[in-house]
């Protein structure tokens, strides 16, 4: 099988050298991405397009790489094609009529040609012959030029002509890292993924920072959807996910700040602390998912005071998104699910917050903190690397993994719909499926004198999972291992 895919319009209208260093480093990019699938795969750079070939027509093996492609920032969109040798228009009408005729039964359709190259017929003249070709031999179809139900696309390149498949959009953007690295100040919350995920489709190296509010199983959460949008869109290259334990500055707020100057404080203290995080993974900019008057420190005139905090670059992608927006963006990208079961952490909750915050006011109330405690938390923060989260998830110990008896336990297929159906789980146990993002909810409506397996794919939302559902005391669930 072979897939066509396009670079992004933005890379094609760049300089000569400019789209090259695209190129190649998607190229590469695809190269790490889709190798694991399968031994056969190649992929090669072609100046205008970039082929993807592996060898037989597994179905499943089609349907990972699609899945794979569709996820990959710099790619515009692709498709699969079949080609064979430039013939003459009757042996390639009996090519175009085995792969469409059946397609086109009582559909409308609409044959394209596009040529590159010195050849003695025109587009026009195939067109036409195949038209009439498939007309003959689809019963019921019709051509129709305008809106037509089908596009049967074939295009002729030199002396090879390939027919073209469906057509899948990519994510468009640039690859990574073509542009310089940033880092998300991630809460585990529909703003802050969607955030980041807007930063890593444009081509950047997005790190982590999440400031910890909440205990470990807060974090637990937060770094299952950092670990989930760099495996889905960003693990081409690795990443730091940075936790910095902000309880000790939270109660240094509440101690000896007024009120009403809390939030802005604290977003402060905040970019503070990622300043120095940013300065460590060899961040330009600090990423938030703030967006204007969703919430009181976030008035034009209160993140004007808080951007003042630091010299660092502070970016707002959804600055002018309204919320509907981005919990639907959320929801296209993967994260609303598991963004929707992270409960808010504010750390500081003013009775009457300021939205005009002054900032000789604020600087009054910072002086009263103590001045070494943001150095202190950040020197103590811990760094991991996406694979450290995933092997740490897999080597979880005691009651994460195991029950000191399984015999007779209930397997959860804790993945989403879609992979169950295409991988269905059978195995001689009851098996029953809840979503990874409905467990937390409906894991107390199951029989808790029965004891639970979870099950996913490659084992790493399942220790989390376990793990969070073991902090909240349920002592019944491990981790299905297999037999």
């Known amino acids: 099988m072979q897939f066509v895919v396009r670079l992004h319009a933005e890379i094609t209208i760049k300089s000569r050298s400019v789209r090259k260093r695209h190129g190649k480093v998607l190229t590469n990019n695809l190269k790490k991405l889709l190798r694991p699938l399968d031994d056969s795969l190649y992929v090669k750079w072609l100046w205008d397009r970039i082929a993807v070939t592996a060898d037989g027509n597994d179905p499943q093996l089609r349907a990972a790489i699609i899945e794979r492609l569709q996820c990959v920032p710099g790619v515009s969109w692709f498709t699969e094609v079949i080609e064979q040798p430039v013939s003459d228009f009757a042996t390639l009408a009996d090519w175009v009529c085995d792969h469409w005729a059946e397609k086109l039964v009582n559909k409308s359709f609409a044959v394209r040609v596009k040529r590159k190259g010195h050849h003695d017929f025109s587009s026009q003249d195939l067109q ?4 009439g ?7 019921g179809s019709s051509v129709k030029l305008k809106d037509p139900e089908v596009d049967v696309s074939i295009q002729v390149t030199d002396k090879v002509v390939h027919i073209l498949g ?10 990574i890292p073509t542009q310089e690295t940033v880092l998300s100040l991630m809460s585990g919350g529909f703003d802050s993924s969607v955030a980041s995920f807007e930063f890593i489709r444009r081509g950047a190296r997005t790190h982590f920072c999440f400031f910890n509010l909440g205990g470990d199983a807060h974090e637990v959460a937060v770094r299952q959807i950092a670990y989930f949008l760099w495996q889905k869109y960003s693990a081409s290259h690795p990443i730091k996910f940075v936790s910095v334990d902000f309880g000790p500055v939270v109660e240094d707020i509440l101690q000896h700040v007024d009120n009403g100057q809390m939030g802005v404080v604290l ?26 008057g969703q919430v009181s420190s976030q008035t034009l005139a209160n993140l004007q005071v808080i951007d003042q905090a630091t010299d660092t670059l502070v970016l707002r992608p959804l600055i002018t998104m309204d919320k509907q927006d981005i919990v ?61 989260i995933g092997e740490q998830a897999k080597q979880q110990a005691g009651t994460v993994t195991r029950l000191e008896d399984s015999e007779g336990a209930v397997v959860i297929d804790i993945r989403a719909p879609e992979e169950e159906d295409e991988a269905p789980l059978e195995i001689d146990r009851e098996v029953v499926c809840i979503p990874f993002y409905q467990l937390a909810r409906k894991f107390a409506e199951l029989d808790q004198q029965q004891r639970y397996l979870l099950y996913c794919q490659q084992g790493v939302m399942s220790r989390m999972q376990a793990l969070l559902l073991q902090e909240e005391g349920y002592t019944n669930v491990a981790v299905y291992e297999g037999e």
């Open 166 to 175: 469906d057509r899948y959009q990519g994510l468009g953007g640039f690859p």
């Open 128 to 131: 036409r012959y195949l038209g």
């Open 267 to 292: 977003k402060r203290q905040m970019l503070r602390a990622a300043s120095k995080v940013a300065r460590f993974t060899k961040a330009r900019a600090l990423v938030t998912g703030e967006a204007m």
């Open 133 to 139: 070709a498939l007309l003959r031999n689809a019963q």
């Open 328 to 388: 639907d963006r959320a929801k296209q990208i993967g994260t609303e699910a598991l963004a929707k079961s992270i409960p808010e952490y504010c750390g500081v909750i003013s009775n009457k917050p300021t939205v005009m915050a002054q900032p000789e006011v604020v600087a009054q109330e910072e002086a009263k903190l103590d001045p070494e405690l943001i150095d202190t938390v950040v020197r103590a923060a811990q760094v991991l690397s996406m694979e450290e």
